[in-house]
């Protein structure tokens, strides 16, 4: 398991006209809390991209509403990569408010896919002993 925590605050754009973070807009944090993990470990997105040519389009997004977030409030984002990917990684998310109450929780699930040929594709090896030098720092 890969463990990862960022923050997101909530912008005026993200609230509808009550002030509540418009549904939607988990989505969103979830794309933060997933893209900074894979920065974290030296392989944002952008190098994926570039240097092997592979995109990762959402097939599922699972959402669970507990309670709202709204205008200002700062959000901890929990992403969990739970176990070792192959043609698709899942990525599982906690959201939380500052007092640590838990507003959302959910899931995705991204495929591997060549640019070039538009098919799913095996993880890169570079990615893949990226990922599995996290989970063994992790299982620690």
Known sequence: MIKFNTNVRV???????AGVVYYA????????????????LGLPYS?????????????????HYHRSARYD?????EVVIPER???????????YNEEGVLLNDGSTTLVFV?????RPVRAPKEVMALLDEAFASQAL
């Open 73 to 77: 409030d700062l959000l901890n984002v």
């Open 85 to 95: 990917p192959t043609a698709r990684i899942k990525f599982e998310y906690k959201i």
């Open 11 to 17: 912008r005026y754009a993200d609230t509808d006209k």
């Open 47 to 63: 190098k994926i991209e570039e240097q092997y040519g592979i995109v990762l389009p959402v097939v599922e997004l699972i959402s």
């Open 114 to 118: 060549d640019t070039k040929t538009g």
């Open 25 to 40: 807009n988990y989505a969103l944090f979830y794309e933060v809390g997933r893209t900074e993990l894979f920065r974290s």
